[in-house]
């Protein structure tokens, strides 16, 4: 069986779990198959957007039924769940709505915001909202990314083309964590003034 023939059957299972697990990278490249013709796109947005909100409902409940569990105590604990938890106590809506997009936090925010005592069913409400334009439009960018490269380099073989959008993320991460670090920064001090 071939890369493109796994892919074309696994392929939105694989963003899903992507999506549940790591986050950008995998809607990104979802969005890159996509472009390959391996799979529709609205397949591999709706695997990230069923992965990231299914994965963030999950962790929102261990965070407000789980909080005596050994893993879950050390969540609380990381260095961002501080920062966490001022930010949602000064923006509590748009915070839910924002912090997927902000690198360093994704994963303890929803942890976090199920120990604040928000709401069951605002948080699912916020949560798929914030979800779905996530999927959607990460997914978009990977496949827009695949526009670009084929209008620059003409058809690549898929695996060049796969190493060239790995590369993109890596230098996308870095900076955007950079970027989050410094904002982050200052909206912490400004919320501890």
Do not use: C
Request: net charge positive.
């Amino acid at each position: 069986m071939s890369l493109e023939q796994l892919i074309g059957e696994y392929g939105p299972v694989a963003v899903f779990l992507g999506a549940a697990v790591e986050g950008e990278t995998a809607a990104f490249l979802g969005g890159v198959i996509s472009h390959r013709g391996l799979m529709p796109y609205w397949q591999a947005a709706a695997g990230a957007f069923l992965g990231s909100l299914i994965a963030d409902q999950a962790l929102f409940f261990a965070g407000r039924h789980a909080n005596r569990v050994a893993i879950v105590q050390r969540m609380m604990r990381v260095k961002a769940a501080e920062r966490v938890r001022t930010l949602l106590a000064a923006h509590p809506t748009g915070f839910i709505l924002s912090f997927r997009f902000i690198y360093g936090i994704r994963t303890v925010s929803p942890l976090m915001i199920g120990l604040s005592g928000i709401s069951p069913l605002r948080f699912f409400f916020l949560n798929l909202i914030a979800a779905f334009v996530w999927g959607v439009g990460i997914t978009a960018i990977g496949y827009l990314f695949g526009n670009a490269v084929e209008a620059l380099f003409g058809h690549l073989r898929l695996h060049v083309h796969m190493l060239a959008a790995l590369g993109v993320i890596l230098v996308a991460v870095a900076v955007t964590a950079f970027l989050a670090r410094k904002t982050l920064s200052r909206m912490w001090a400004g919320t501890r003034n």
